[in-house]
C-alpha cells in the first residue's frame, strides 16, 4: 500500500509539472501575442496619425481655393445657363420619349 501511495505522489508531481510547463507555455505565447498587438497599435495610431495631417492639409487647400471660387460665381448666370440648356435639351428629350 506504501508503493500506491508513493507512485501516486510521484504521478501527481509529474502531472504538476507538466501543467506548470504548459501554463509557462501558455504566458510566453500570451505575452508574445501581447507584444505583437501593441506594435500594430503603434503602426495603426502613427497611419492614422499620418491620414489626419493629409485630412488637413486638404481641408485647407478647399478653404483657400474652392470656396472662394464658390463665393465668386454668379448664381444668376449660373441660372440662366442651366435655363438654357434645358430649352437646348426638350427637343432630345421628345425623341428619347420623356
Keep these: ?21 504548459v501554463s509557462r507555455m501558455i504566458a510566453v505565447l500570451l505575452g508574445i501575442i501581447a507584444i505583437v498587438l501593441i506594435i500594430v497599435g503603434v503602426v495603426l495610431v502613427t497611419n492614422l496619425s499620418g491620414l489626419v495631417n493629409e485630412v488637413e492639409q486638404t481641408l485647407k487647400t478647399l478653404n483657400d481655393t474652392v470656396l472662394p471660387a464658390l463665393e465668386n460665381l454668379d448664381m444668376d448666370s449660373l441660372n440662366e445657363t442651366i435655363q438654357r440648356l434645358s430649352e437646348a435639351l426638350k427637343p432630345l428629350s421628345g425623341l428619347l420619349g420623356r
Design 1 to 21: 500500500m506504501d508503493d500506491n501511495k508513493f507512485s501516486f505522489e510521484e504521478e501527481q508531481i509529474h502531472l504538476l509539472r507538466k501543467q506548470l510547463l
